[in-house]
């Protein structure tokens, strides 16, 4: 299985950004995909993911600026991010979740600087 992210780069605060990941197989194989994030401090946390059933779960400081969808037909997962702020500063990466292993991405810089 494969996850290639696209989508990071530089953004001043307020700005937004759609992070993409293709995935190899059928994103409707999978239980649950998302997106999680490591921060310069090195903490990896999860920002967002959805299950195969269209439930939706958000790491509690982006509820209302970060909508994560998916796309059945192109097996990709988005990230929207709006109203970006420096503490949103991470490598993020998409996961995939499927019969008991996790799956990951290489990961996109997503830096948020005036």
């Known amino acids: 299985v494969q996850l290639v992210e696209s989508g990071g780069g530089l953004v001043q605060p307020g700005g937004s950004l759609r992070l993409s990941c293709v995935l190899s197989e059928s994103i409707s194989s999978f239980n649950i995909v998302g997106w999680y994030r490591r921060t310069p401090g090195g903490l990896r946390d999860l920002v967002a993911t959805?299950?195969?059933?269209?439930?939706?779960n958000y790491k509690d400081s982006v509820k209302g600026r970060f909508t994560i969808s998916e796309d059945n037909v192109k097996d990709t997962v988005y990230l929207q991010m709006n109203s970006l702020k420096p503490e949103d500063t991470a490598v993020y990466y998409c996961s995939a979740y499927q019969r008991g292993n996790y799956y990951w991405g290489q990961g996109t810089q997503v830096t948020v600087s005036s």
């Open positions: 959805i299950t195969n059933n269209g439930y939706t």
